[in-house]
C-alpha cells in the first residue's frame, strides 16, 4: 500500500491497519522548472481551487488583522464555485486581495516565486498533501499551512504550521518582520525538494516497491 505521507496514514481509518504493508512514495515537482528567487515582494499568496474546504475564509480574517499594522498585500490565485463569495467577503473584511484567476503556467511560477510567503489554509482531510507547498518551497518561498495530518508534515520542510487563525495572523506578522528567517525557511525547503521531492527520487522510489513485489 503506498500513500504520500506517513502522517495522513497513521490517522487514517482505513489504512492505520495496514501500516506493516506501507510504503511513502511522496509527491513530486520538477525542480528544474522553478527558480530560486531570493528577492521577494509585498504579498502573501494563496494558489488553489475557490472551495469552501480549502479555508480561504480564516486566511481572510487573518489578514484583515495583519493589515491593520502591516502594509502586506493579498494575492489569491485560482478559481472555483464560491470565488465571487470570497471577493464579497474581502471587500467586507477590508482586505487588500487580488483574486488573479486561474493564471497561465509561467506566469503563476512567476507569482509563487516573487511571493514574501504562502498560506495553505486548508482544515479538511481532503487536502491530504499539498503540492503547491512543493512548488512554493522550490522557489525558496517559505510556506504556512493549517497543522492537518499529511501537509504538516510536508509544510515543516519549508516553513511552519499553525492551528487557530490567530496563530497564522502571529506567524504572518512574524516572518513579515524577519527576513533572515524567511531566507533560511525558503533555502532549507528548496533543499527538501531537491532532495525527497524530485521526480527521479520519487520514481526511483516506485520502481523499487515494483520490483520488491514482482
Request: with cysteine.
Amino acid at each position: 500500500i503506498v500513500a504520500t505521507t506517513k502522517s495522513y496514514a497513521e490517522t487514517s481509518p482505513v489504512l492505520k491497519d495496514y501500516l506493516d504493508k506501507l510504503k511513502i512514495v511522496p509527491n513530486a515537482v520538477n525542480v528544474s522548472l522553478y527558480p530560486q528567487v531570493s528577492k521577494k515582494e509585498n504579498y502573501v499568496l494563496y494558489a488553489g481551487r475557490m472551495l469552501s474546504y480549502k479555508g480561504v475564509e480564516s486566511l481572510l480574517f487573518a489578514m484583515s488583522e495583519v493589515q491593520k499594522s502591516v502594509d502586506l498585500d493579498l494575492v489569491l490565485v485560482g478559481d472555483g464555485y464560491d470565488k465571487r463569495l470570497l471577493e464579497e467577503m474581502a471587500t467586507q473584511l477590508h482586505v487588500r486581495a487580488k483574486f488573479t484567476g486561474r493564471l497561465e503556467r509561467s506566469m503563476f511560477i512567476d507569482t509563487i516565486s516573487r511571493a514574501e510567503l504562502l498560506v495553505l489554509p486548508t482544515q479538511n482531510r481532503l487536502e491530504a498533501f499539498g503540492i503547491v507547498l512543493l512548488e512554493a518551497m522550490a522557489c525558496e518561498t517559505p510556506v504556512l499551512a493549517f497543522d492537518t495530518p499529511g501537509v504538516n508534515e510536508v509544510a515543516k520542510n519549508g516553513g511552519m504550521v499553525y492551528s487557530s487563525t490567530q496563530e497564522l495572523c502571529e506567524l504572518i506578522l512574524e516572518l513579515h518582520g524577519n527576513e533572515p528567517l524567511r531566507m533560511c525557511l525558503g533555502q532549507r525547503g528548496r533543499k527538501a525538494v531537491e532532495e525527497n521531492y524530485s521526480w527521479k527520487r520519487v520514481l526511483d522510489s516506485m520502481e523499487s516497491i515494483y520490483r520488491a513485489v514482482t
